[in-house]
């Protein structure tokens, strides 16, 4: 397994983890009322929403890059 394989592997981790817990704290009940009087998420969640989705993006376009040099 190449450098570039464990790296995508573990950016690819780290993004799911990050949604999970930006999904578990959307569900919270004060992010719950803050969206609903405001119509956004709270900034953390949104930020553990954010860095989840960039984590996945790196992480699987790591893990072609290294596929595709084979």
Same mark, same amino acid.
């Not at 950016?11 to 949604?19: C, D, E, H, M, S």
């Given at each position: 397994? &190449?450098?570039?394989? &464990? +790296?995508? %592997? /573990?950016? =690819?981790? /780290?993004? $799911?983890? =990050?949604? !999970? %817990?930006?999904?578990?704290? *959307?569900?919270?009940? $004060?992010?719950?009322? *803050?969206?609903?009087? &405001? @119509?956004? !998420? &709270?900034?953390?969640?949104?930020?553990?929403?954010? @860095?989840?989705?960039? @984590? /996945? /993006?790196?992480?699987?376009? +790591? +893990?072609?890059?290294?596929? *595709? #040099? #084979?």
């Amino acid at each position: 397994m &190449t450098q570039t394989n &464990t +790296l995508g %592997f /573990v950016a =690819l981790a /780290v993004g $799911v983890a =990050l949604l !999970f %817990f930006g999904w578990q704290s *959307s569900n919270a009940p $004060v992010d719950q009322m *803050s969206e609903a009087l &405001t @119509g956004r !998420f &709270t900034g953390t969640t949104m930020w553990y929403i954010i @860095g989840g989705l960039i @984590g /996945v /993006v790196t992480g699987a376009a +790591l +893990l072609l890059r290294g596929y *595709s #040099r #084979r």
